[in-house]
């Protein structure tokens, strides 16, 4: 018999009510906005962040949502958040590594401290969360991890230094980690963000920011819920022939040149 979409649930309620997903950085931006779309289709999702406001969407979510304190370059903290996760849902299916830091500095003001400091997040951060998460992932028998990269990982930026070459880094080791995990039928892929309002490019005075950052062939910014549907699809069964990709997620910003009449 062939099994529907409406069968399975897609894009319902329900579609990933037996899941447990942690997402890394829930406490605001494209982190929180992935926590609560993943909740909203049923899923239980143990929340971390740094920030104690994560606390916000346990209360907004009770029962659905775990909240707890994560460091995500400490791998003790990784632990007692993946056992109190495990402790209260019954076991991890999926990973998020959302959590994410951005510093504008030129390579000859940059310091090793704060070069490093970039790296401990974006890229030694996710490689951290799948080794604690492994043993969840693995029991799983549907696993998926989906990391964070920009696209700022497919080409680069002046004055971004650390951040550009920590991305590159976490899109190689995303398909490492696609590679090696794929014997145990977990799922890696990569989200690359382009131009999306939350706090990390947006100051709270920048009024103008979504018109500054409109300039995409789409005309607009994009928003903390694109992204959160695409992470949806990630770690959902709607993806299950896919691992090891990367999916560019910007109004078409890095697609191409637009030439216009007359130009
Ligand atoms: N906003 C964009 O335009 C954009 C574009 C491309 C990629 N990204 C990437 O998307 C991801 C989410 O970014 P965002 O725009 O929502 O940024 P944001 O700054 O709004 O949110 C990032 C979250 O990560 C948390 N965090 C920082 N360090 C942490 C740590 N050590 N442990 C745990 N949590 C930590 C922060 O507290 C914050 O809640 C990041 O990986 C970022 O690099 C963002």
Known sequence: MTTTSADRGVGGPEELADRVVLVTGAARGQGRAIAERLAAAGARVVAGDVLDTVAELADAWPGRIHAGSLDVTDPHAWEDLVGQGVERFGGL??????????????LD?????????IWRVNTLGPFLGVQACLPYLRAS????????????????WSGHGAYVSSKWGLRGLTKVMALELAEHSIR??????????????????DLNAANRLARTPLGRAGLPADIAELALFLVSDRSTFITGAEFVIDGGQTAGVTVREGT
């Open 93 to 106: 299916d999926s990973l998020v590594n959302n959590a994410g830091v951005l510093r504008r500095v030129r």
């Open 109 to 117: 003001d940059e310091t090793a401290t704060s070069f490093e400091a």
């Open 141 to 156: 028998g549907a696993g998926t991890v989906v990391n964070t990269l920009s696209t700022a990982a497919t080409t680069a």
């Open 188 to 205: 890696v892929n990569a989200i690359v963000p382009g131009p999306i309002l939350t706090p990390m490019v947006v100051r709270p005075d």
